[in-house]
């Protein structure tokens, strides 16, 4: 909460994250309680079974070792998945140190069995600010030779308050749009230390995880958040980019009357003719029941739009901060808030009228569900692995900008998801291949 003057609701926020805690320090990791490893092996083993593409990258790295003598430092949320990730990333010879990407995110069954299996780990759910930072701090005791971002708070980490770090750092990488979009404008002020590989750009991240596994985790966290009906209901998505997408998509599968605000005249268009209504939010703002921001910009839904919202409308946020709701100004207008149920809290408005924030309008589908579904994280993890790999062995030879993955990485990675899955598809003959290039061919 930022608001200089204490509200009774900002106590009742911060009483609640409080009482999440405590956390066990009695190791060499900071997590809530050990005891809960084997809940979190048990989860763990079924996203492994549920990652073929990253599980074939890691049968060939076992022997070939690609990151021996590598220290990897990561800061992104402590799922299933990402434990599939960081054991990979060990069974290619490195050091992992890991913290999560965001306060509310952590599974800490997870990161008990993290922790117990003696991985350098720090995270649980319902930190702090400051206990978010300690911890991105604790995981630099390392001296990373290699950073995994996302959202990319670890790497402005390292350049605010660690510069020293940078020289031994032969680069980063970073998982998602908000942190990209942060990164590439440090290297535009010309002020980034080290060079990052730009994962969340990928085709076979941006166009599955984003679009599919936020689609599909958002609507989880909604649920599971409300056991809300969506069927009948009118939902506004904010954002008609790769989340927003997806999530349009999933929420009218559902049976809801989508409406998409946006600010660009594309991807507005794009929805009006994928048969969505396009509106200004100060507009949607009076007909929706759900709200769901997925823009990575900041003050999206604001105070007059609170003041225009019906009676009992839900409102959440699947972008990467918690900045596109503004929760100051809900605050402002409401006399009290209680928690109706988990991750949903109910304000009551001045005039009577109560709305429900969930998740505190950090991402809904990692602080009130389980983030994305495996199969997807599937390739997003194989991305950064190679990524990682290729920075452990070209790394030196960068520029200290963003960098693509490369279109072949694309290529190799979108063929090894199929043959894990079983799937063959046709292949150009050669007279098909000399037919491209051939100009003088007409009707
Ligand atoms: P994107 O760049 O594909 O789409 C964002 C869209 O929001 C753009 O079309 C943009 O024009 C629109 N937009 C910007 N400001 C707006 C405003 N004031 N009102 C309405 N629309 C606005 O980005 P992408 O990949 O969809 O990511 C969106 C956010 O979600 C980012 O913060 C990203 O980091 C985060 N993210 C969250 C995930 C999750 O698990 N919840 C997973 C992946 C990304």
């Known amino acids: 909460m930022t608001s200089a003057i204490q509200s009774p609701l900002q106590k009742h926020l911060e009483n609640e994250v409080q009482t999440a805690l405590p956390v066990d320090t009695s190791g060499p990791y900071t997590v809530t309680d050990i005891s809960l490893a084997e809940a979190g092996e048990a989860r763990v083993s079924w996203a492994r079974s549920r990652m073929p593409a990253l599980a074939a990258l890691r ?215 994928d048969g969505f209504r396009v509106m200004r939010m100060d507009e949607a703002a009076t007909l929706g029941d759900i709200f769901c921001t997925a823009t990575g910009m900041k003050d999206v839904i604001v105070g007059r739009h609170f003041d225009s919202m019906k009676d009992g409308a839900i409102v959440c946020n699947t972008g990467h901060y918690d900045c596109e709701i503004s929760i100051p100004d809900l605050e402002k207008r409401s006399t009290d808030c209680r928690t109706i149920r988990e991750n949903n809290e109910a304000f009551r408005m001045e005039d009577g009228r109560t709305i429900h924030l969930l998740a505190r309008g950090r991402l809904v589908n990692l602080a009130a569900a389980e983030g994305h579904p495996s199969e997807v994280m599937d390739m997003s993890f194989a991305n950064q692995f190679l990524a990682l790999c290729r920075l452990a062995s070209e790394g030196g030879g960068y520029d200290n900008r963003v960098y693509d993955i490369s279109p072949e990485q694309d290529t190799e990675l979108a063929a090894l998801k199929l043959k894990t899955a079983g799937i063959s598809i046709d292949e150009l003959t050669p007279e098909q291949i000399s037919y491209l290039s051939d100009f003088r061919a007409g009707t």
Request: aromatic fraction near 6%; hydrophobic fraction near 40%.
């Open 59 to 273: 049968a060939a790295a076992e022997s070939e070792k690609p990151l021996t003598g590598q220290r990897v430092a990561g800061c992104l949320h402590v799922t299933k998945e990402t434990a599939v990730l960081i054991e990979t990333l060990r069974a290619a010879g490195a050091e992992v140190s890991w913290s999560g990407c965001n306060p509310l995110s952590t599974q800490d069954d997870v990161a008990a069995w993290l922790a117990r299996e003696g991985y350098d780990i720090h995270a649980w759910y319902g930190q702090s600010t400051e206990e978010f930072y300690r911890c991105i701090d604790r995981t630099l005791e390392l001296r990373p030779t290699l950073t995994l971002d996302d959202g990319a708070d670890l790497i402005y980490r390292v350049h605010s308050d660690f510069p020293q770090l940078a020289d031994g750092i032969l680069g980063g990488t970073e998982e998602t749009t908000t942190g990209v979009i942060r990164l590439r404008a440090m290297a535009e002020a010309g002020e980034l230390l080290y060079p990052v590989i730009a994962v969340n750009d990928a085709a076979t991240k941006w166009d599955f995880d984003n679009v599919h596994g936020t689609g599909q985790s958002t609507l989880d966290g909604i649920i599971r958040a409300t056991s809300v009906l969506l069927a009948g209901k009118d939902f506004v998505v904010a954002g008609y980019g790769h989340c927003g997408r997806g999530l349009a998509a999933r929420a009218r599968g559902m049976g809801a009357n989508v409406i998409v605000t946006e600010v660009d005249p594309l991807p507005a268009l794009r929805a009006v003719m």
